[in-house]
Structures are given as C-alpha cells and as structure tokens.
C-alpha cells in the first residue's frame, strides 16, 4: 500500500523549458520594436548567451550541485543567505543585461539601456507565465495520501513557482534541493522527503519527469518510481512510464 507520493515540480507539474523558451522569445520581440532585429534568431542567441556567461561564471559549481539552470538564473530573486546566494544576487542585474547585450550585439545593434532593460523584462514576461498541465490538479486532489514536492533548484524560485502555480495547498511537505545544498539523484534528498511524512521508502512513490534525477534517484533510495513521459520518448527497459498523471493509479 502507497504511503506516500513524492512529485517532481518541472515539466512534471508545471510547464518550465517551454515556458522559458516562450519568455525568451516575448522579450526578443519587444526588442525587435526598437531595433530591426530577428527576433526569433535573439531569443535563441540570448539563451545561449545566458548559459554560456552561466557556465563560465564562478558560482557555477554551486549552481551545479543544487540544479538551477541558466535560465532560471535570468529570473531568479536569489534570496537567503550564504556567500553563493549573496553572490549571485550581486551578479544577477551584469549577468541578465550581458546575456542580451551579446545577443544584440550578435545582430550587430549597441544599446546597453535596451540590453538592461530587457534583462528585467525577462523576469516579469517569465512571471506571466505560470501554467500547470491540464491532468495534474485532479490527480493531487485525488491521491489520498500524503503528498511531498521533491524539487531541484533555488528555494526561493522553487517556492515561487509552487505558488504561481496555485498548487501549494495541495502538499504536506516541500523539499527544494537549494535548502539542503544538495539536489537529486542525491539519496539524501528522497530520504528526507520522507523523513518529513514519516513514510518508509519502501511504501513510497516518486514521480518526475528526470529519468536520471527522479526514476534512478528514487530507484536507487529505494522507493517505486513512475516516470511521467509526457513527449513519448523511448521507454528504457525496467522503468515503469505514464503519459498522463491520469494513468498513475493504475500503476500505484
């Protein structure tokens, strides 16, 4: 019997690279009113911009070891505290107007107040855009048992996400890999999840859409994990895998 369901929060609940990439492309069009850019062209190079400014920066190995990925960072408040948070939050403002002052400037336009202020459009565009799947309120609503958010990422934008997506009424307990300095597949983070309900692993779900942070993560803790392929990739073999959250009651 099911003791406990453990959820993922991106692409599992929430929509989230989608998302992202629709509020890439919101800001390049505003761009594109004030200069004669691409503006779809903008909106993939400053998203590659992002990641690579992200990945050469020096609070990339924090960034790393808790899950926040580049274009969260775009977004992201980093509150709390600790010299990483701090860090980043200083950053924050340089490294959201360079992502767009590179991609500008790989159109070959030079305006840094437009670069800057479409580092802060991204954020609120992004803010916009909190959008739920359509099969997943009926499935919390209906689970019957306790329910964890297991989540990678800062926990302030984690925790934002949670409420923008009106979904946080629906959990007893909310795990964000940034408030235990570790993130999934860590072991840890599952077995703390539980720790909060009082659940045994092996009387324990997890569900995600990772196949190698939720389904081997939780595998290799020890719960029963359900891979939410919701684009229809192959299915590796030993992995229990829905479509819909529609089907988990039929595999618990």
């Not at 959820?7 to 998302?19: C, I, K, P, R, S």
């Not at 990483?84 to 924050?92: E, N, T, V």
């Not at 993560?217 to 990739?233: F, M």
Request: with cysteine; net charge negative; aromatic share 6%.
């Amino acid at each position: 019997m099911t003791a406990a369901l453990l959820f993922d929060l991106d692409d599992t609940l929430v929509v989230e690279e989608a998302a992202a990439a629709a509020t890439f492309e919101a800001t390049a069009r505003a761009a594109a009113t004030r200069h004669d850019v691409d503006a779809a062209r903008l909106a993939v190079g400053a998203r590659a911009r992002a990641r690579e400014l992200w990945h050469a920066a020096p609070t990339h190995p924090f960034c790393r070891r808790i899950g926040i990925s580049s274009w969260e960072g775009m977004w992201c408040r980093f509150e709390g505290d600790g010299d990483d948070l701090r860090g980043l939050r200083r950053w924050a403002p340089e490294y959201r107007r360079e992502a767009w002052r590179r991609a500008l400037a790989d159109q070959g336009v030079r305006d840094d107040a437009l670069a800057e202020e479409l580092g802060e459009r991204f954020g609120t565009e992004r803010r916009a855009r909190h959008e739920v799947f359509a099969d997943v309120p009926a499935a919390l609503a209906t689970a019957g048992v306790p329910l964890v958010l297991v989540t990678n990422g800062a926990s302030c934008l984690q925790r934002e996400k949670l409420a923008g997506s009106g979904l946080a009424d629906h959990f007893d307990a909310v795990v964000v890999s940034g408030d235990l300095g570790t993130r999934k597949p860590d072991g840890s983070v599952f077995r703390h999840a539980l720790s909060l309900v009082g659940a045994p692993a092996s009387a324990a779900v997890m569900v995600g859409d990772n196949l190698v942070n939720d389904i081997e993560g939780a595998a290799a803790a020890g719960l029963v994990a359900v891979w939410i392929n919701r684009s229809g990739d192959p299915c590796p073999d030993g992995v229990t895998a829905i479509s819909t959250l529609a089907e988990l009651s039929s595999v618990l």
